[in-house]
């Protein structure tokens, strides 16, 4: 599949999008927080049990957390996740280690595999990714809320004055 058009066509569908801005910009902030956040197996899951929590836009999540996390970015996020969280917690996990789990993530064996490979790093492993992962999440999800709320309200905007017009 060509590149390019995969990324227009994920555009015009977030661009698309139709609702409240609020919730479409929370909608947008959630599903990057738990796109860059190392919890890949569990993302869906955790998209869907937050947006109905805060009554955002379920769909805007899954589309912002598909274009954070995907595989060429999963990598990068990782590794960023490792370093913040070595250098927070006082564990240390090595990048060898989470190289065999997103080899055996990316061959996408299913949630009882997925499980297993990521049990098999141990608690510390987890408390590092997770704690470099929230870090690393929290600002991105913050910038995205305003930038896609200011996104949103423009569309809006737009729509209402073609509909003022027609």
């Not at 996020?77 to 990316?106: A, F, H, M």
């Not at 996408?108 to 990714?129: F, T, W």
Request: glycine share 6%.
């Amino acid at each position: 599949m060509n590149p390019k058009r995969s990324a227009r066509y994920y555009y015009l569908k977030f661009m698309r999008l139709k609702g409240d801005p609020q919730s479409l910009a929370l909608g947008t902030a959630i599903g990057i927080f738990i796109g860059i956040t190392p919890t890949m197996p569990l993302h869906t899951v955790l998209i869907i049990m937050a947006t109905v929590v805060t009554r955002s836009s379920t769909i805007a999540a899954l589309l912002a957390s598909f274009l954070v996390c995907n595989p060429i970015t999963y990598v990068p996020q990782y590794y960023l996740s490792t370093v913040i969280g070595n250098v927070l917690t006082p564990y240390e996990l090595t990048w060898t280690r989470i190289k065999e789990v997103l080899d055996v993530l990316l061959q996408h064996p299913g949630l009882s595999k997925s499980m297993e490979a990521l049990a098999g790093l141990g608690y510390e492993a987890a408390i590092v990714l997770v704690v470099g992962g929230i870090v690393l999440a929290l600002p991105c999800a913050i910038a995205s809320y305003f930038l896609s709320l200011r996104l949103f309200v423009k569309i809006r905007q737009k729509r209402s004055q073609k509909h003022l017009l027609n």
